[in-house]
């Protein structure tokens, strides 16, 4: 039986507020309207958006640390939040251009934004709070 190891991880919270509007232009206004309701306002509407990201692995023995976590931040606010903090998510994003910017959509995105980005194998979830209470998460599949 495979034995199931511990793992530690260090999560980071970053907050930024942007709008958006869920529309498929292949669909009719009639069936945007019944699919998305209100998020399928026309002028589109906002969020306080917060992003969680978790990293896993060792502490390296010098440090204590798996991940500078002040380091953490700073490639956060420059690789995610700068590109959407107070945007609209369907015009000014590139890395959501041509999407429908759900909120799974959205944390699909920042995971293969800021993977690539990090140390091999470090990135455990990302996780992002639309609302209080609407929440998308991508893990690793590991
Ligand atoms: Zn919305």
């Known amino acids: 039986m495979e034995t199931r190891k511990p793992m530690l991880s260090i999560t980071r919270r970053v907050r930024f507020a942007a709008s958006h509007r869920l529309h498929n232009p292949e669909l009719s206004d009639e069936e ?9 306002n026309p002028n589109g509407h906002g969020h306080n958006y917060v992003l969680e990201v978790t990293v896993g692995g060792e502490p390296d023995p ?28 369907n015009a000014d994003v590139e890395f959501l251009r041509g999407t429908i910017p759900t909120a799974e959509v959205i944390v699909s995105r920042i995971w293969d934004l800021i993977e690539r ?25 590991r």
């Open 117 to 141: 980005k990090l140390p091999a194998g470090k990135l455990l979830e990302v996780k992002l709070y639309e609302t209080e209470n609407n929440i998308a998460t991508r893990t690793s599949s």
């Open 62 to 89: 010098q440090t204590g640390m798996i991940m500078d976590l002040g380091k953490l931040k700073d490639f956060l606010y420059e690789t995610v939040v700068v590109e959407v903090d107070h945007k609209h998510l």
């Open 32 to 40: 945007n309207a019944r699919i998305f309701g209100r998020c399928n």
